[in-house]
């Protein structure tokens, strides 16, 4: 049973990753390694999160909520947009291969640096827990997030990006960036359960990707 516990779990969570690579035409292009070097580039970039926040802030424990020292660690999530600028600079190719590519390795690297270790193994134990179940469902959400994080930066590193859709690209990769840090301060407010905060999270990736993807739209059609 926990074997097949297991394998829910890591079905649930690392499918979606192979699915979304054969899916979106990556596999015809041969950009596995060019994932794999996303990949790469996601750990020296936490590396580089790790050692800034562990010289200049301090981890709040208990107590009052410390919203500004949070909001001034939430900050240093710019590091992601600039490391997926970095992966996209790189790669040569038409938008969304760029933006499919930087995703993906980006996505798969925290998956396997976060969540693997995790379910092999809790979701092995004797007793079941629905924590890893959502720990899955968590890893798809990340997906659908630097998806829409890479389009964003795709968007306001065109040259030719009209003036007019600029202020709009910016709002969105500022609720990209503070999306976290949102969540977590709704959540310790209002003390919401894990389901309810996974849910939540989820809608919110949801509305900022349909926002995303309107604007992608809007700016493709314009320069086609």
């Not at 054969?22 to 041969?30: H, Q």
């Not at 500004?68 to 600028?85: C, R, T, W, Y």
């Amino acid at each position: 049973m926990t074997l097949f516990h297991f394998g829910n779990c890591f079905a649930l969570a690392y499918f979606p990753y192979f699915i979304t690579y054969k899916c979106s035409g990556l596999s015809e292009y041969n950009a596995f390694w060019k994932c794999v070097q996303a990949g790469v580039t996601y750990l020296f970039v936490q590396l580089c999160k790790m050692l800034f926040l562990a010289t200049f802030f301090p981890t709040w424990e208990g107590g009052i909520y410390d919203f500004i020292g949070e909001f001034m660690k939430a900050s240093v999530d710019v590091a992601d947009l600039i490391g997926l600028n970095l992966v996209m600079s790189r790669n040569a190719g038409k938008g969304e291969y760029k933006i499919m590519v930087a995703a993906l390795g980006w996505a798969t690297a925290e998956l396997i640096m976060s969540r693997c270790i995790p379910l092999w193994v809790g979701a092995r134990g004797i007793e079941f827990d629905w924590k890893y179940i959502q720990m899955s469902i968590d890893s798809n959400i990340s997906l659908v997030h630097y998806i829409v994080a890479s389009a964003q930066v795709w968007m306001i590193t065109r040259y030719d990006l009209y003036h007019t859709f600029r202020p709009a690209v910016l709002l969105l990769m500022f609720f990209s960036v503070y999306k976290a840090f949102v969540m977590e301060t709704f959540v310790h407010l209002f003390s919401l359960g894990s389901w309810t905060a996974l849910l939540a999270r989820a809608v919110v990736t949801g509305l900022l990707a349909l926002s995303t993807l309107a604007l992608y739209v809007a700016v493709v059609n314009v320069h086609s």
